[in-house]
């Protein structure tokens, strides 16, 4: 199915006295790149959530934002570092008898004060905390490829019907080509017997010559065919159900090209004002190109 870049997912777990919540947002970008926001204790698991996402996701920028909670009622303790706390106690000591200071002891308080003297124990994670990250995360990535597919699915649909008035338009000038050179010689023989005002002839052989010429420089037989051909591999792509977003890309600069190309050697009025919606549509699908996977 085809997907769009652009998607949310949410999910929470709980391991124990931990509850994890994962948000998940992705938006558009030229390729794929997901970038984890962790608890500085949870790090070391960073590259095994990307790894989880890309598993999912061939195209986008992913941000994966992940939160840990710790129960309230969860068991904690103060730890101290009596190393520290005694080292505390011998500087205030040696100040004391340098300065000739009253009473070097620092209190209990001032201790606990003091930078690195004591810190919050909690209990070690539970030994399927990881796995139980793992799983929020699958849950988030779960949303987000269900919303990346509807919102695909609605630009597929919108896709097919820029795409088959791309057709028409192609249909259009095939028809009107053929009557181009057949124009272009009635208002050349007109212009030629206005000049001469009946002093002399038309020269039918180099009108005909002419005529040939400017068949030749004006014909967008070619290029019609290789739109027809980019706009039926187009339509394929829309139904391949791959992420085909960077191939589309593609095709539709090729389809610029030819369109570019007619509009160049267009010497009529309706072909020339076909040529300006045929290119106004491509770009519309173009815009449309830029959010597909």
Known sequence: MLRSMTGYGHDSRSAGNLTFTVDLKS?????????????????????RLRRLVLSRVKRGRVDVVAAVER?????????????????????????????GLADGRPTARELLAAPGVWRVAEDAPPDDAE????????????????MREAEGEYLAQDAAGKLANVVA?????????????????????????????????VDEQRLAAEVAYFAERSAIDEELTRLASHAAQFSELLASGEPVGRKLDFLLQEMNREANTIG??????????????LKAELEKLREQSQNIE
Do not use: T
Not at 71 to 95: E, F, G, H, I, T
Not at 131 to 146: D, F, K, M, S
Not at 265 to 274: E, M, S, T, V
């Open 169 to 201: 338009m192609v249909d259009r000038m095939r028809s009107l080509a053929p009557a181009v050179a057949s124009e272009y010689r009635e208002r050349l023989r007109e212009r030629i017997a206005g000049l001469l005002a009946g002093a002399a002839p």
């Open 71 to 99: 129960a309230s009622n969860a068991p904690r303790q103060a730890d101290v570092d009596w190393a520290l706390a005694s080292a505390y106690v011998d500087a205030a000591r040696r100040l004391a008898e340098r300065f």
């Open 264 to 277: 160049s050697k267009a010497n009529d009025a309706g072909l020339a004002a076909i040529v300006i919606d």
């Open 27 to 47: 938006v558009n970008h030229r390729y794929s790149e997901v970038v984890c926001r962790l608890p500085r204790e949870w790090a070391h698991m960073e590259d």
């Open 131 to 146: 796995e139980r990250l793992l799983e929020c995360v699958e849950g988030a990535l779960e949303q987000l490829v269900a």
